[in-house]
């Protein structure tokens, strides 16, 4: 399957979608922990995907979104930001408000 | 492979000539980076821009020679 087309199907069916190092039970990665942690805080059901077992999605994720980090947060299709961007979210509050936008929670 | 403090400023800097840069070695290993970037190119555009200026100007170095850069910015 097309990578690109993997990851649109990734993002379409599953509504909060994590690309991350390792698992949100056992990240392989302290930022990916740190989103994946900051989700599980909100208490949002989400989609973690594990690039570290498809070398084609760790590199094709970078392209699909032109971000070269991992990890990356997907909400309804929108690319939300890396680590830096959704723990400055989350601080301020933004990520809840977000998240209450986009009416999943 | 690390990057010195010194050329990732330089790196910023050539992109985005009117940067104020901070950075922080955070772990002594020239490695682990904390960077606190302002400049008027950040003003009126999303924080998704704003950190792709930042990770154009490096060229292809992060997430490479460059593993950890943590980015904040803001515009002036």
Same mark, same amino acid.
């Given at each position: 399957?097309?990578? +690109?087309?993997?990851?649109?199907?990734?993002?379409?069916? +599953?509504?909060?979608?994590?690309?991350?190092?390792?698992?949100?039970?056992?990240?392989?990665?302290?930022?990916?922990?740190?989103?994946?942690?900051?989700?599980?805080?909100? +208490?949002?059901?989400?989609?973690?995907? +594990? @690039?570290?077992? *498809?070398?084609?999605?760790?590199?094709?994720?970078?392209?699909?979104?032109?971000?070269?980090?991992?990890?990356?947060?997907? @909400?309804?299709?929108?690319?939300?930001? /890396?680590?830096?961007?959704?723990?400055?979210?989350?601080?301020? /509050? *933004?990520?809840?408000?977000?998240?209450?936008?986009?009416?999943?929670? | 492979?690390?990057?010195? !403090?010194? =050329? #990732?400023?330089?790196? #910023? &800097?050539?992109?985005?000539?009117?940067?104020?840069?901070? #950075?922080?070695?955070? &772990?002594?290993?020239?490695?682990?980076?904390?960077? !606190?970037?302002?400049?008027?190119?950040?003003?009126?555009?999303?924080? #998704?821009?704003?950190?792709?200026? !930042?990770?154009?100007?490096?060229?292809?170095?992060?997430?490479? =020679?460059?593993?950890?850069?943590?980015?904040?910015? =803001?515009?002036?």
């Amino acid at each position: 399957m097309d990578i +690109n087309k993997k990851i649109e199907s990734l993002i379409s069916e +599953n509504e909060v979608c994590l690309f991350m190092k390792g698992t949100a039970d056992a990240p392989q990665c302290g930022f990916s922990m740190a989103v994946s942690n900051v989700l599980k805080h909100l +208490n949002i059901n989400f989609k973690s995907v +594990n @690039v570290l077992e *498809d070398e084609n999605l760790r590199q094709g994720i970078k392209d699909y979104s032109d971000w070269p980090t991992i990890p990356q947060l997907y @909400v309804k299709k929108e690319f939300i930001g /890396g680590c830096d961007i959704i723990k400055e979210m989350f601080e301020k /509050g *933004d990520l809840k408000k977000l998240f209450e936008d986009k009416k999943i929670i | 492979m690390a990057l010195p !403090v010194e =050329e #990732i400023k330089k790196l #910023i &800097m050539d992109s985005i000539p009117d940067a104020t840069i901070e #950075i922080k070695d955070l &772990m002594g290993d020239n490695n682990h980076y904390a960077a !606190v970037i302002k400049s008027s190119q950040f003003n009126n555009i999303s924080k #998704i821009e704003q950190h792709k200026l !930042v990770y154009k100007s490096l060229k292809g170095k992060m997430g490479n =020679e460059l593993h950890a850069l943590s980015i904040t910015t =803001e515009g002036k």
